[in-house]
């Protein structure tokens, strides 16, 4: 791919699903500053293929958006989420059921109904069917799966009896007491890569180097709470240990920069 001639440009898109507080006073001010221009998008399809269009000059996304940018040279990865919890950046992924429901396995839970947040997300979507791979399984073919209100309110759907499970990020279903005492932990992924901030390699130099400072010097006032909490320098070996278990699921189909609009799901 012929790489457009070098930028200054400060367009950025955000997943809003991963509630960066853009109206914090740090935030406020540096990409004011910089005179960014800002999106926050729930449609990580659109969000997806403007990256692979090239039409903004930084992102932060979940590392499964990541993966379909992944042969597409003219980004690299700036900064990595921390989990609020670990101060890592690296997540844990718990699948959840009731207390009552008599489930001991994966296995056990054939047919049952799961709730994800979008088909994209790293802990809700690709963790189960990371796991389901293993054993050669579509995620589609063993799960009734569709969406539901993300993080807490994928707890909530399983406790309400809407969905009899859901994998959800394990600083979330520790954050709320309730969550222990209504449900449980039937099986686990961890050392998941967390959100990443990626920018456009012809991006002006000074200009990435300030987007990386600000991401990885962010210490949030109080992190209680937040989904993730401040950055560390991009885990480009993470990442892509990530990327091989993806390329092992059953019937994903590897989006290159070059495919139409990659679809996980029908729903």
Request: aromatic share 10%; glycine share 6%; hydrophobic share 40%.
């Amino acid at each position: 791919m012929t790489q457009p001639p070098p930028t200054k440009c400060a367009t950025g898109i955000l997943d809003a699903n991963l509630e960066l507080p853009l109206d914090a006073p740090y935030w406020a001010r540096f990409f004011q500053a910089e005179h960014c221009k800002l999106s926050s998008t729930t449609d990580l399809d659109a969000l997806t293929d403007a990256l692979l269009k090239h039409q903004a000059g930084f992102a932060y996304l979940p590392s499964a958006n990541v993966f379909f940018l992944r042969d597409d040279r003219a980004w690299h990865g700036i900064a990595s989420a921390l989990s609020p919890r670990t101060k890592l950046p690296s997540q844990n992924s718990v699948l959840v059921v009731k207390r009552t429901n008599a489930a001991k396995s994966l296995r056990d839970l054939k047919g049952a109904r799961l709730g994800y947040i979008n088909t994209y997300c790293t802990t809700s979507y690709f963790a189960p069917s990371i796991l389901l791979a293993r054993d050669g399984i579509v995620l589609n073919d063993f799960f009734d799966a569709f969406a539901v209100a993300p993080w807490q309110g994928q707890i909530d759907a399983v406790i309400d009896g809407k969905v009899d499970a859901t994998m959800v990020y394990e600083d979330v279903w520790l954050a709320q007491p309730l969550n222990v005492t209504e449900t449980r932990i039937v099986t686990r992924l961890d050392g998941l890569p967390t959100p990443a901030v990626i920018a456009l390699t012809n991006l002006d130099a000074g200009l990435t180097s300030r987007l990386s400072a600000a991401f990885i010097g962010y210490t949030p006032e109080n992190s209680a709470g937040m989904l993730y909490a401040g950055f560390a320098s991009y885990q480009d070996v993470r990442m892509r240990r990530f990327f091989s278990e993806l390329e092992t699921v059953p019937g994903l189909v590897l989006r290159s920069t070059q495919s139409p609009a990659y679809k996980t799901s029908s729903r």
